[in-house]
């Protein structure tokens, strides 16, 4: 649990970001990469297949041990040793440099029960990584973790809050006390937001325990001024593989339907902070609901992942047998085995998760031709 403030002491938080050419230069060039990268997913969709597109995000699993025991997850069942240490870590670092990923987001389990959490992002930055984001539970994410964060470089946030009050969120993320840290972590961004100019999103997965949440859980996100966005749940990636969390997955066809109505109509009134009314059409095809309409997965050419005992894969469905232990990353990217799963993952010939779906239907509107794939 987090350590309540007043036992804290004094926290120094690092100075703003001051506006730097060479800062300005590395964004304008993800921007052009990014575009580039759409352009070449049109062209793999409609006329090369087999084109190959580099990632350019890289999710990095600092650690797949956590704080807490949410019953959809599988990482805390047992704990995972043997992960790389904090030089194997910026050696990976240096490598994604060497390669221009554009953006890294930091992982878990939960990043932040690892003790070296700070020096590895703080790395990053050291290497000119611009576009830093963390994902966590807000157990940690205290004053003090808040500043080591924000000195590394870390701008963009997403805290998991599973529920609109206590009693569901707790019972999901499975120890009491977790919601009142979420939120409290969540303010505590927001009070830092504007300084920073900081990205703070309440991350929603969305469980057969919770989808009459999806409303107020909207509105809490519109009271606390975060943005919303709902995960999906599945059993079927890695992390998640459970026989326990299949089971919390029989979403109710009737109840999702009511939530996302009501959602949709927050929506059409006010559309700032809330997922698109295209991403809110398309859950119920994920949970077997409604029929699945093909999309490519953007995502999975979008991103690298680095699990934190080294194996690297395409995206959350790829379960590669390769390791930085073993390879150069560019050497696993480039590599034939990398090249055809790459290529079989766009088609979305996988286990189908519905990691990042809100990019999919984005990248599918701008990849379409008319009544074509
Ligand atoms: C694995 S956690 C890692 C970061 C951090 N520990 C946290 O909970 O935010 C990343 C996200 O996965 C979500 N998640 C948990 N169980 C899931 C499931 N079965 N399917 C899809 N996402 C799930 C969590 O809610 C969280 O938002
Ligand atoms: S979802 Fe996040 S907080 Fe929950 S057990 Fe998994 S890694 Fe930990
Ligand atoms: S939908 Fe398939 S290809 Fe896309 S991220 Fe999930 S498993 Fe990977």
């Known amino acids: 649990m987090s350590t309540p403030v007043e036992l804290q002491g004094p926290v120094e938080f690092p100075e703003p970001d001051r506006w730097s050419w060479p800062a300005a230069a590395a964004r304008a060039k993800s921007v052009v990469r990014l575009g580039a990268f759409v352009a070449m997913l049109a062209a793999k969709r409609h006329v090369r297949s087999r084109l190959h597109v580099r990632p350019l995000v890289a999710e990095l699993f600092l ?82 973790r808040l500043a080591e964060v924000l000195g590394a470089g870390v701008r963009s946030f997403n805290i998991s809050v599973d529920g609109a009050n206590a009693s569901v969120h707790d019972a999901i993320r499975g120890r009491s006390g977790s919601f009142d840290a979420a939120i409290g972590a969540v303010r505590l961004l927001a009070e830092h937001r504007d300084r920073y100019g900081l990205n703070v999103r309440m991350n929603f997965t969305v469980l057969a325990g919770n989808v009459e949440e999806i409303p107020a859980v909207a509105r809490l996100a519109r009271d606390l001024e975060v943005t919303l966005s709902l995960n999906l749940g599945t059993d079927r990636t890695f992390l998640f593989r459970h026989e326990d969390v299949g089971q919390l997955l029989d979403v109710d066809g009737d109840a999702l339907r009511a939530s996302l109505r009501e959602l949709e109509r927050m929506v059409r009134e006010d559309p700032r902070g809330l997922p698109s009314r295209a991403t809110l059409r398309y859950i119920p095809s994920h949970f077997g609901l409604a029929a699945d309409s093909f999309i490519p997965c953007a995502e999975s050419q979008l991103k690298l992942m680095i699990r934190s005992t080294g194996e690297i894969g395409g995206c959350w469905g790829h379960d590669s047998t390769m390791n930085v232990r073993d390879h150069s990353i560019r050497s696993i990217v480039d590599s034939a085995e990398y090249r055809a799963e790459h290529e079989r993952l766009f088609r979305k010939d996988c286990v189908r998760c519905g990691s990042n779906y809100a990019l999919n239907v984005k990248v599918d509107r701008v990849t379409r031709v008319p009544y074509g794939r």
Request: aromatic residues 8%; proline residues 0%.
């Open 63 to 144: 650690t797949d041990n956590c704080n807490l025991k949410c019953v959809s997850c599988a990482c805390w069942r047992e704990q995972t040793r043997g992960e790389l240490t904090t030089d194997e870590w910026r050696d990976v670092l240096d490598q994604l440099a060497d390669l221009r990923f554009v953006k890294l987001n930091f992982t878990g389990g939960e990043a932040l029960v690892r003790r070296d959490a700070g020096e590895v992002i703080s790395y990053a930055r050291s290497l000119g990584f611009q576009n830093l984001h963390l994902n966590t539970n807000g157990l940690q994410l205290n004053r003090r």
